[in-house]
């Protein structure tokens, strides 16, 4: 690689992605970097992120991920720019809480769009900008180790996630490129808020927390990261019980957490 050195993080106007920014920036492991790429939707709020971070590293991009207009955006600026990508952060997503029949077509296809789509073609698009040492940190969550009831489409996605990164973590080993899936419970952003959920999420985590976890695992070449011993517990369990057994327990949990029968709610988008 020849270009500058940089680090990309979509998802970087709120929540997760706004704290790995900020943490990158401040994170000595990073402290060549020449930019770091903020790729989000809230135009406003990247500018107002960007002019927080020290040495002018911040470089808002703004892109609605959820169309391929808006991942193209940026996939033709890492053309055309060249840089060397030394972190991939893929930390834009959205959830939908409620029943699975229920939810809006339009807001479902998007959630899967940004989940799925984006976060696999931006990956794809941004590998060849990066060789051996560069760090690729997917964002999963620890829904997506189990079938979740009333929170189906959206712990799926983020399952899909999971395999997708354990897999690039063999493809890409003879490149030197370490991939980590960051997995973690509950955390204390506005996608919970948003949801509409009947109770709130008690001991959820602070984002810096898991920001912080995640980029621990990633630097030390770990497969995935979670932010403490549930989310630990949970992917444990997901080896050791059936899945219809999994299911009910999820459902269990999220029916509790569901607005008024037929509802459905999405969370805001970290795009």
Known sequence: MTGRPIAIVTGASAG?????????????AFADLARIWLVARREQRLHAIARELP???GLP???DLATP???EAVLARVRDERPAVRLFV??????HLGPFADQDAESLARMLDLNIRALSLLTHGILPSMSRGSKLVLVASAAGYVPSPYFAAYAASKGFVISLAYALREELRPRGIDVCAVCPGPVATEFFAVAGMREPISGAASPDRVVALALRDALAGRAVSHDGVASALVALLARALPR?????LAGRRNVRRCPAAGATRGGPESA
């Open 16 to 28: 997760l992605g706004e704290s790995f920014a900020r943490a990158i920036a401040a994170h000595p």
């Open 55 to 57: 040495r002018e590293l």
């Open 61 to 63: 991009i703004t892109a």
């Open 69 to 71: 207009a808006g991942t």
């Open 90 to 95: 893929a930390s834009a997503g959205v959830g």
């Open 244 to 248: 219809r057994t999994l299911a009910w």
